[in-house]
Each structure stands twice: as structure tokens, then as C-alpha cells.
């Protein structure tokens, strides 16, 4: 895949692939301007992880993946599918997790 193009998707749109390997795609119902923002609070807690395990801090650590995890759920990509959740379902699980992710790390 070069860098400039979309990720292959599987016909029904749910998954996306990545070197012959599915991965679930993001919610397509997530405005483009939060998707951005939550893919940012996204590559700021894989970078935290990143420094705390070369730090052997595990607290931070586990903050760190918690961020990811909180990430990657607001973005439909962990969790309830979002092909399985109500428009309103989907709609909050965005909104509560960039609330929640910018409280954490309003700078992002």
C-alpha cells in the first residue's frame, strides 16, 4: 500500500487490510475534524507508551495504554462494532471519548 492511498476494506466496509491481516476499520460516522483529533490523542499515547516502557515506568505505562485503549473505542475500533450499535450509541462513544481524551491531555 503506498502511502497515499486507502487501506484495501472487505465488501461489507467493517475491516480494512494491512499486509494481508484485518484490522477494524474506524467508524465511518465519526465526523473527519474528531477523527483527527482522536487519532492525534491516539499517536500522543502510543508515543507516551513508548517512553514510559524505555523508562520502565509502569504506572505510566499503564496510563499511557489506557489512553490508547480509550482512543481506539471512541474511534469504533475496539468495543461493541459500531455496524452493531444505534446511531445515538455511536455518536456518544465519539463524543465521550474526545471529552474524556482532551480533559486528559487538552494539548493534543
Do not use: C, Y
Request: zero cysteines; glycine letters at 6%.
Amino acid at each position: 500500500m503506498e502511502a497515499d492511498q486507502s487501506p484495501e476494506r472487505t465488501p461489507d466496509g467493517h475491516f480494512v487490510v494491512i499486509r494481508g491481516r484485518k484490522w477494524r476499520a474506524t467508524d465511518p460516522s465519526v465526523p473527519e475534524e474528531a477523527a483527527a483529533r482522536l487519532r492525534r490523542h491516539l499517536m500522543s499515547a502510543r508515543r507516551a507508551v513508548r517512553r514510559a516502557l524505555a523508562e520502565s515506568d509502569a504506572r505510566a505505562e499503564a496510563a499511557a495504554r489506557a489512553r490508547v485503549n480509550r482512543a481506539k473505542v471512541a474511534l469504533g475500533e475496539r468495543g461493541t462494532p459500531w455496524w452493531e450499535q444505534s446511531d445515538g450509541a455511536r455518536r456518544e462513544r465519539w463524543e465521550g471519548g474526545l471529552a474524556e481524551l482532551d480533559e486528559r491531555a487538552p494539548d493534543v
